[in-house]
């Protein structure tokens, strides 16, 4: 059963850091991978869909990569702002369509 | 605007007092899922449908019901409910598709969410 983990759980970085959160999954037999973002107690936001085919996404601040072959992904954000706090949450998507979710990496960057 | 949209937004209720969340997608998806949060247990999957008439149970069903007699709604139902219920609920669609003549993604959309609370 496909088991998606999230490392480090908690993260805190001072403004204008750049940072990369880690994503990693069991089975290598994916449509595609997705990175979340979620505000306390709100709903998700999609951030970047990387899929089976593709090496990275790119969108604005944002770079996510996938490496298959080794069930692994990164988020790296650049510059990061106080606004980025939040928790990042990585989801594989599957045949059968059910998504995966990690528990999120909650992100803490202070002005 | 293509969305999904959950309503009621905020819910408190009484244990065994029967309760409806409602989803809905305008996106003509065939695929369709309810999804709840807990805290260090992340998002597991209740029901999701893959087309109208089509259910199928997820990793938590219990206690849970759900029906699609049309393709944009996918009602949630807890015939009585439980605080151990006490949740934050999301509802997503999708259909799967390739971009470019690719491999086949599976891209879900998510609603805003329900905070329900039982006491």
């Known amino acids: 059963k496909q088991e998606v983990t999230q490392i480090p759980a908690a993260l805190s970085v001072p403004e204008g850091e750049n940072l990369v959160l880690n994503c990693s999954f069991t089975d290598s037999a994916i449509y595609n991978l997705q990175w979340f973002r979620q505000d306390p107690g709100k709903g998700l936001t999609s951030l970047l869909l990387?899929?089976?085919?593709?090496r990275e996404q790119t969108s604005g601040r944002l770079n996510a990569s996938l490496d298959k072959s080794s069930g692994r992904s990164t988020l790296y954000i650049a510059a990061s702002q106080p606004g980025d706090s939040a928790t990042y949450l990585c989801a594989v998507g599957e045949a059968g369509t059910a998504l995966i979710f990690g528990k999120g990496t909650t992100l803490s960057v202070s002005s | 605007e293509a969305q999904v949209t959950q309503n009621p937004r905020y819910l408190i209720t009484v244990t065994g007092k029967k309760l409806t969340v409602t989803c809905s997608q305008n996106?003509?998806?065939?695929?369709m899922s309810w999804y709840r949060q807990d805290p260090g247990l992340g998002l597991r999957q209740i029901y999701y449908s893959m087309n109208v008439e089509v259910t199928d149970k997820g990793d938590v069903p219990e206690g849970y019901k759900v029906s699609r007699k049309e393709k944009r709604n996918f009602p949630l139902i807890l015939e009585s409910p439980s605080p151990n219920q006490t949740s934050l609920y999301f509802c997503?669609?999708?259909?799967?598709?390739?971009?470019?003549?690719?491999?086949?993604?599976?891209?879900?959309?998510f609603g805003p969410g329900t905070r329900l609370t039982v006491t």
């Open positions: 990387i899929q089976s085919s593709q």
């Open positions: 997503a669609s999708s259909f799967l598709k390739g971009i470019g003549g690719t491999s086949p993604v599976n891209e879900q959309y």
């Open positions: 996106m003509n998806h065939e695929y």
